[in-house]
């Protein structure tokens, strides 16, 4: 008859393992997995810490982040090496605490055909460094409206509109300005 909390071993080798002899350092090989320490895990049931390596997800897993839930980097380097991004919500806010910079390899395009793209703020400046030109385009019309201010030369092609009064091709006509003043 066998007794519980014993050791009970073999004479050609082994040992039978009971409640009395399987906790830690038995030598009983449940404290690991394949050798690796249970705390080199990281846990899905509870916070947990990834502390070093490179954790990857392969090409054709998803990374998921919940709704409700946050995707929290907390680096002064984030890169994503795609060619596209969908931000697939009904609307997506941006929230940066200091400048937000754009840096392009290439063109920058905000909105799409048939979208508005909208850039707003108390002072709105559209800057082009290195002797570039910036270059208003649209199927339709492009209005400046309240107070515009153009530093610099201003050259419209195609029929112009300023106030009430049209200016033929390639030409402005500003009307109503007194001397002196626009």
Do not use: H
């Amino acid at each position: 008859d066998l007794g519980a909390d014993q050791t009970y071993s073999f004479t050609t080798g082994g040992t039978v393992w009971t409640s009395g002899n399987d906790g830690s350092g038995s030598g009983l090989d449940a404290d690991t997995l394949d050798t690796i320490d249970s705390g080199s895990f990281l846990r899905s049931d509870t916070s947990d810490a990834f502390t070093s390596g490179t954790l990857s997800v392969a090409t054709g897993a998803t990374f998921q982040v919940d709704s409700g839930s946050t995707l929290d980097i907390n680096s002064t380097n984030v890169s994503i090496a795609d060619t596209d991004i969908a931000l697939d919500g009904a609307s997506t806010t941006f929230t940066s605490t200091g400048a937000l910079t754009l840096t392009p390899g290439g063109a920058l395009t905000l909105g799409a055909t048939g979208q508005t793209a909208l850039l707003q703020g108390s002072t709105t400046t559209i800057t082009s460094n290195g002797g570039n030109d910036i270059i208003l385009n649209s199927a339709d019309a492009i209005e400046l409206l309240d107070n515009t201010n153009v530093t610099g030369n201003l050259s419209v092609s195609g029929r112009s509109t300023l106030g009430s009064a049209t200016a033929g091709v390639g030409k402005v006509t500003i009307t109503g300005a007194e001397d002196g003043k626009a």
